[in-house]
């Protein structure tokens, strides 16, 4: 499957506790891999959060992933279908509905 993660930082601390949180959560991607593929990965520009666009075949996967990071920021998850894909399916249910009028 596949998902729109969007995240922020989450908030609090002094700057001195957020300059320490940075850090840590610095070290820990440089350690670190998902567990799906991911396909786009990009930073907000004000530094407050940013986006994936990951595939994963497995909900415990994707769970383990987002908690690792949890100490650092906070989550909503899309589950999404390309948009090729999505028509044919709209289409499909249109006429079902239709069929129905």
């Known amino acids: ?12 601390g002094t700057a001195a506790d957020n300059i320490a949180s ?7 991607l ?4 998902p567990s ?4 786009q990965w990009v930073q907000r520009c ?7 666009v990951v595939e994963n075949e497995s909900a415990a996967d994707l769970l383990r992933d987002l908690a690792t990071w949890s100490p650092w ?3 909503e998850l899309y589950p999404v279908v390309d948009i090729t894909e999505s028509t044919a399916i709209t289409q499909d249910a249109l006429a079902a509905a239709q069929a129905v009028i």
């Open 1 to 12: 499957m596949k998902f729109v993660i969007t995240y922020t930082t989450r908030s609090g």
């Open 22 to 28: 940075a850090e840590s959560a610095q070290k820990l």
């Open 30 to 33: 440089a350690g670190w891999a």
């Open 36 to 39: 799906g593929t991911m396909q």
């Open 46 to 52: 004000d530094g407050q959060g940013g986006f994936a």
């Open 73 to 75: 920021l906070e989550f």
